[in-house]
């Protein structure tokens, strides 16, 4: 129905910054809230940050707040996470999804995966 593309990811030093990039394709990504996952190898992968299908309301693991900034460009079907002052706990391959609601992306009730982008961030 939906598919995701992850991009921008890559190495960076801690302090440093990234902006991931959630390219969709078809028309309803504007009708589905989004959300940013991130796993590590044997860990479960966690909720990062979620916004509504219009972009007013945004929701973030504690652990990430005042640092990622999640918004989306409906108008060019594009989800974004602007990710500063990185540290190396952030390291992770990072996935957007599609939810029907931006509290059921926290909850990980998800439409649709995209397929992931490594971000490595070094001491």
């Known amino acids: 129905q939906v598919r995701l593309v992850e991009s921008g990811g890559g190495l960076v030093q801690a302090g440093g910054s990234l902006r991931l990039s959630c390219a969709a394709s078809?028309?309803?990504?504007?009708?589905?809230?989004m959300g940013w996952f991130r796993q590590t190898p044997g860990k479960e992968r966690e909720f990062v940050a979620a916004?509504?299908?219009?972009?007013?309301?945004?929701n973030y693991q504690d652990s990430v707040k005042g640092r990622f900034t999640i918004s989306r460009d409906n108008a060019n079907y594009t989800g974004y996470l602007q990710m500063n002052s990185l540290k190396p706990e952030d390291t992770a391959v990072y996935y957007c999804?599609?939810?029907?609601?931006?509290?059921?992306?926290?909850?990980?009730?998800?439409?649709?995966w995209g397929q992931g982008t490594q971000v490595t961030v070094s001491s």
């Open positions: 078809g028309r309803t990504f504007s009708t589905y809230a």
């Open positions: 916004i509504s299908e219009g972009g007013r309301t945004t």
């Open positions: 999804a599609t939810s029907p609601s931006a509290w059921q992306a926290r909850l990980k009730v998800i439409n649709t």
